[in-house]
């Protein structure tokens, strides 16, 4: 059994305009152990679908459907008590910007120590200990001295640290990163995602790194979502995304990587701006922004097609392509 399975999960946001559908009917299930990665554009969903799962949307937002299963337990309409119960000791969450997530009135210690006591049994010596212990553990130097400074005090990275070492401090089953490296130089990035990389083997739990950076999720991911409009264009592996993109935007992501092999050639950005969720079009959501979009793209949603196993699209070119490959075959066939 899947150590967490979301199935079919909807989340919107009712404002004075309307519904916002942020989230729109998205299925995925993690192995213990396993990294998963949800890529897209600012908008796409990709942070709601977490606050979804660890319940901690805006008061304006709220699950309107679907499942989210934790080792077979329902989470979706369980009540508040036990949602405390899996948050932090469960299920733990790094947010985007490290500074905004700590509190700049109380020291490093007192925040980490409130955190371990809040879902431990430990006294107050036990929970400085244990502080001590993670501050060590995500490669914090001094980490005594650490305790009694503020987040003021602290570099960006280190604060990252702090972050990861609170989020861990209670041994989560699932860990989720939502863009944790986003406000970092690219030389501190490559030092949080080894350390990520090296906690993740020593501790086993599974990740869910959320980030519009493919380069980040080529490092550490087992599988990769593609999520588009609140909705998952593409799944499969890093192998499966990188080397055999489908979908038309998944195509569009790639093409804006700087690679070495673009011998100074400019990239290729998507043109157009991110769909507004407040007035969908009828077919898929992408078709606006998509140069190869074809007419019944602008009126239907395309099926999942299974490109190979654990390879999924929906997209119509796609299907226009696995529909010529059948009809090819049979030629052969017939011609044999």
Request: net charge negative; hydrophobic share 40%.
């Amino acid at each position: 059994m899947a150590l967490l399975e979301v199935k079919d999960l909807r989340t919107s946001f009712f404002t004075d305009a309307g519904e916002v559908r942020a989230v729109d009917g998205v299925s995925f299930s993690l192995d213990r152990g396993k990294v998963l990665g949800i890529v897209g554009e600012s908008g796409s969903g990709k942070s709601v679908t977490a606050y979804s799962i660890m319940q901690i949307l805006a008061p304006t937002g709220k699950i309107v459907g679907g499942s989210v299963k934790l080792d077979g337990q329902e989470l979706v309409g369980a009540d508040e008590k036990t949602i405390r119960t899996v948050r932090g000791n469960r299920i733990s969450i790094i947010f985007q910007d490290p500074m905004t997530s700590l509190n700049p009135t109380y020291t490093i210690g007192t925040q980490l120590m409130e955190a371990i006591r809040l879902h431990t049994n430990r006294n107050r010596k036990e929970a400085r200990e244990r502080a001590v212990e993670m501050l060590r553990l995500v490669n914090v130097n001094e980490p005594e001295k650490r305790m009694k400074q503020y987040p003021f005090e602290l570099s960006g990275g280190m604060r990252q640290r702090v972050m990861i070492a609170m989020a861990l401090a209670c041994e989560p089953d699932i860990l989720i990163a939502d863009e944790p490296t986003t406000a970092l130089d690219v030389t501190i990035q490559a030092q949080i995602l080894e350390l990520m990389q090296d906690l993740q083997r020593k501790l086993g739990m599974a990740i869910i790194m959320i980030t519009h950076d493919l380069g980040v999720v080529a490092q550490l991911c087992d599988e990769i979502i593609v999520m588009y409009a609140g909705a998952i264009c593409e799944k499969g592996t890093a192998d499966d995304i990188f080397y055999d993109p489908q979908h038309e935007y998944t195509k569009g992501l790639m093409r804006s990587i700087p690679r070495d092999e673009n011998n100074g050639q400019r990239l290729k950005p998507i043109t157009g701006t991110p769909i507004d969720l407040l007035n969908m079009p009828r077919g898929c959501p992408f078709a606006p922004r998509c140069d190869a979009a074809m007419k019944v793209c602008l009126t239907e949603h395309a099926p999942v097609l299974e490109v190979s196993e654990g390879h999924s699209s929906s997209c119509w070119v796609t299907c226009q392509k696995a529909l010529e490959a059948e009809k090819n075959a049979a030629k052969g066939g017939d011609a044999q």
